[in-house]
């Protein structure tokens, strides 16, 4: 099973939180979410790599936070604060093998929010934020 499989998305009102979950039967260096609304392009929300640094795109910082349970090869997505911005298509995304290679930078990830590190992609779980 190389593709990950998302779970957690559902139906919120403006404010509230959900908890996005991504499994994959293997390890991985880097793993993100991506979301697509409709008649938008996709865009990178969060990074993470094995040892739990992290990389957030702007719109996100300070309300969501990734995290990863290497025993269990899958990682979270805790979103707070949603607003109807947040409503889309949400993505687990797991590294392509030449990003799995790329040297980390002391302190920080080498995981990041472009859509061409990552080689293989779940089916998506949609979010959806009433206001």
């Known amino acids: 099973q190389v593709q990950p499989v998302e779970s957690g998305g559902g139906s919120v009102q403006a404010g509230g939180s959900l908890r996005l979950s991504c499994a994959t039967s293997?390890?991985?260096?880097?793993m993100a979410w991506f979301r697509q609304a409709p008649g938008k392009e996709r865009e990178g929300v969060a990074a993470?790599?094995?040892?739990?640094?992290?990389a957030y795109a702007d719109s996100v910082k300070d309300r969501f936070t990734i995290t990863i349970d290497n025993a269990k090869n899958t990682q979270y997505l805790q979103m707070n604060d949603l607003n109807a911005e947040d409503s889309a298509m949400y993505y687990c995304?797991?590294?392509?093998?030449?990003?799995?290679?790329?040297?980390?930078?002391?302190?920080?990830?080498?995981?990041?929010?472009?859509?061409?590190?990552?080689?293989?992609w779940g089916q998506g779980t949609q979010v959806t934020v009433s206001s």
């Open positions: 993470i790599d094995s040892v739990g640094d992290s």
């Open positions: 293997y390890r991985t260096n880097c």
């Open positions: 995304a797991t590294a392509n093998p030449l990003t799995n290679r790329r040297q980390k930078p002391r302190g920080a990830t080498a995981c990041t929010l472009n859509s061409a590190d990552y080689g293989y």
